[in-house]
């Protein structure tokens, strides 16, 4: 898998191995500019990443 699958996966598996046992941090480490950085684990083979979100809508709660 390459991270340009793991982004068309919507970010479900490993970018490394594919496997499906991955973590994010919280709570996460950046937000600035409207993007949030989280560190990212792979439990099955100890990849480690960041996913940057960028803000898209809002929605009253």
Known sequence: MTF??????NG???PK???SAIKAS???EKVKGGK???SMFCAT???RWR???????????
Request: charged share 20%.
């Open 4 to 9: 340009k699958s793991y982004l068309e996966s």
């Open 12 to 14: 479900e598996n490993c």
């Open 17 to 19: 191995c594919g496997s």
């Open 26 to 28: 919280s709570p996460p």
């Open 36 to 38: 949030v950085h989280v």
């Open 45 to 47: 083979c100890g990849a």
């Open 51 to 61: 996913d940057i979100y960028t803000l898209s809508k809002a929605e009253e709660l």
